[in-house]
């Protein structure tokens, strides 16, 4: 495991040199916060402040390091990165899965999601060498999701914009999908799990743009899409980029309604659920234009060293100290 911790240490000065040189200011923002940008696809980490002078307080692991970072942004920070610590609950351990990772995120601001393709394209030059796969090097493939599914699932998106008839084509694939209760993303999330993603080409780095606006996150609407991508190598996903939302208004309704399904979703686990900073949509609608990558830099190091597992670079992997 020592060549994969030196392997790490020159991938980090690499990746700090690449932002340095273009003007990003590294952060260091907290892992633990009172509040979360709410996302019911994620279960979080709880722990408790205790204080013999102060209330107690419930406080949460990061998912995600956007909610300060955001904050600099809108105080005029300019463009950004950090390299941390992530935590996600309830995920599975394997190959490609560990509750604790860590991230690299950037934000470029003046700059929208498809600025950010050609800023991560220099990235991966910068870090991949006459040994790495082609499957890491520049210039990347694009799809749009439109094109993904409609190619490999034979499911025309434009053509069932609601869920119902969405459904439909889920069945027809063989895919059980209940008959009431579950969203257009829902439905979605089956069909691109299981024909989609598992069969995207893996020549090169792939970019899959264009989400459909169905898809509810904090990325700018653009009629029928969200500006925004994910990207692919060797199959496995390694980031997603936002061409970030600013407008109060739609930031709050996005919170309000995920804080929503957050709270049907654990009424039965038990499991405690964030608060909202009512301020945040305010804050970051004062935001310039802003794009955010987030990127998985222990599935890139894997990737960038021929290896087949997480295991395999990173130095106690939760599944080793579990079993």
Known sequence: MRDAALFRNHMMRQIRSFFD??????????????????ESTIENFATRFDNPFLSSVELFLVPSPEIYMKRLIADGWGSLYQISHCFRNSEQ????????????EYYTVEADEQDSIAITEELFSALADGDSPDHLRPPFAHLTVEEATKTLAGVDLEKHPRQSSLAEEARRLGLSVPDEGESWEETFNRIFLTF????????????LDRYPAQIECLAARDGAF???WELYAGGIELANCYNEERDRHAIDRYMDDEY????????????????????????????????????????????LMGRGSLDEVMLFPLSRILG
């Open 21 to 38: 040189e273009r003007s990003y200011l590294e952060v260091d923002t907290p892992v633990l916060s009172p509040t979360l940008i709410p």
């Open 93 to 104: 351990l394997g190959k490609i899965h560990n509750i604790e990772f860590t991230m690299l």
């Open 196 to 207: 989609v993603e598992p069969n995207l080409p893996q020549e090169k780095p792939l970019v």
């Open 226 to 228: 969200r500006q925004r």
């Open 260 to 303: 929503a399904r957050l709270v049907g979703k654990r009424s039965e686990s038990g499991m405690p659920i964030p608060d909202i900073d009512r301020e945040f949509g305010t804050i970051i609608s004062h935001m310039p234009p802003v794009s955010g990558v987030a990127m998985g830099l222990d599935r890139l190091q894997m990737l």
